[in-house]
């Protein structure tokens, strides 16, 4: 079987699911369905439930480490906890992140005080769980690292997302360096950079989509976890250090 990931364990960050499948929990559900064992974090303990549950539903295996990827105790401790219930980390998928609370404006109508929320929210939460694996990965001689960038980490856009659009930029700055010290070891490192994405399943017209892009729908969960399953994949292991674009080929 193509993708296939069995006997893998997979751990995904921000993968909760609550009024239905966002990203997270869309890429935590298709590792899951091609063999994987779906260790599910989020801040949230109840929307990682929700995941692990749907998972377990469909007949997969999973299990939910709640932690903040801020908090560098808390990453490794939960990743402890994963290894103890499921083994050694062999994909991790990088998806927590957001704006960190700061609102999206134009730069100079930021608050100075809140400029590094999205910094911490997504880059230092990627450091903080790439490290806690890391050594692993190389040790054993394979593993996978997908980070969930952003098309704003790529392209200049009017949404005032200069902030989270730095954070993005360096999370595939990270990745692209990263590719290169651990390549010898059998660990490769990916960016997946989505486009504007509905929360939900499918995508859909929207405003959003007609004025600002040329797609004919937004992006859904399972265009991205298609993308990450790939990049997870024996099948890609001379994929690494690259930002693979799933826009609908609106920021092209």
């Given at each position: 079987m193509l993708?296939?990931?069995s006997g893998k364990t997979a751990l995904v960050t921000g993968a909760g699911e609550s009024a239905g499948p966002g990203i997270g929990a869309g890429i935590a559900r298709a590792r899951d369905a091609q063999g994987a064992r779906a260790v599910v974090d989020d801040i949230k303990a109840d929307t990682a439930a929700a995941t692990v549950a749907a998972i377990e539903a469909a007949g997969g295996k999973a299990v939910a480490v709640c932690f903040d990827v801020v908090d560098r105790g808390a990453v490794l401790a939960g990743v402890r906890e994963a290894e103890e219930r499921f083994g050694p980390i062999d994909i991790l998928v990088n998806n927590a992140g957001g704006t960190g609370g700061a609102p999206l404006a134009p730069f100079r109508e930021q608050d100075p005080e809140k400029w590094e929320l999205p910094i911490r929210s997504n880059l230092i939460g990627t450091l903080n769980c790439t490290h806690a694996v890391l050594e692993g990965?190389?040790?054993?001689?394979?593993?996978?690292?997908?980070?969930?960038?952003?098309?704003?980490?790529?392209t200049g856009m009017e949404v005032g997302a200069s902030?989270?659009?730095?954070?993005?930029?360096?999370?595939v700055g990270f990745s692209r360096h990263l590719a290169v010290e651990v390549a010898p070891h059998g660990v490769t490192v990916n960016c997946v950079a989505p486009g504007f994405t509905m929360h939900g399943e499918v995508g859909g017209s929207h405003p959003l989509n007609r004025s600002q892009s040329r797609i004919p729908?937004?992006?859904?969960?399972?265009?991205?976890?298609?993308?990450?399953v790939y990049l997870a994949s024996a099948e890609a292991e001379w994929v690494?250090?690259?930002?693979?674009?799933?826009?609908?080929?609106?920021?092209?």
């Open positions: 993708f296939d990931l990965m190389c040790a054993r001689g394979w593993g996978r690292i997908v980070t969930i960038a952003s098309v704003a980490g790529t902030l989270y659009g730095a954070a993005k930029a360096g999370q729908r937004l992006g859904a969960a399972r265009d991205h976890a298609a993308a990450c690494t250090g690259q930002v693979i674009q799933v826009n609908g080929g609106g920021q092209i």
